[in-house]
């Protein structure tokens, strides 16, 4: 069983700025890939950012330059920094882990998610 912990969402004024984090904790041998993802109203989940444990990262086309992830491999955390938020970046940001238990099998997690809201 593993734990996440969201924080950081909040209200923002459009062009401000946010620092999401998300601490996992739990069975984990490994944690292979985190990211972040969101879902909008009437929207499909999609993906903002990823990173490997290696410190590859992904990027959603719409936060690329504005977005940046990162994390802390000794503490199973992961960070995504958002700046020159805009409103239609207002969404529900899902934590995600992907990682090995002590059993050999690999698995993913989500957190419960946390409200960005951008104001224009």
């Known amino acids: 069983q593993v734990h996440l912990v969201e924080s950081g969402g909040g209200l923002v004024q459009a062009g401000g700025s946010l620092r999401l984090s998300c601490a996992a904790s739990?069975?984990?041998?490994?944690?292979?890939?985190m990211g972040w993802y969101r879902q909008a109203p009437g929207k499909q989940r999609e993906l903002v950012a990823r990173?490997?444990?290696?410190?590859?990262?992904n990027y959603g086309d719409s936060v690329k330059g504005r977005f940046s992830i990162s994390r802390d491999n000794a503490e199973n955390t992961v960070y995504l920094q958002m700046n020159s938020l805009k409103a239609d970046d207002t969404a529900v940001y899902y934590c995600?882990?992907?990682?090995?238990?002590?059993?050999?099998?690999?698995?993913?997690?989500w957190g419960q998610g946390t409200q960005v809201t951008v104001s224009s």
């Open positions: 995600n882990v992907k990682y090995s238990g002590y059993d050999a099998r690999d698995y993913s997690s």
């Open positions: 739990g069975s984990i041998f490994s944690i292979n890939v």
């Open positions: 990173i490997t444990s290696g410190g590859s990262t």
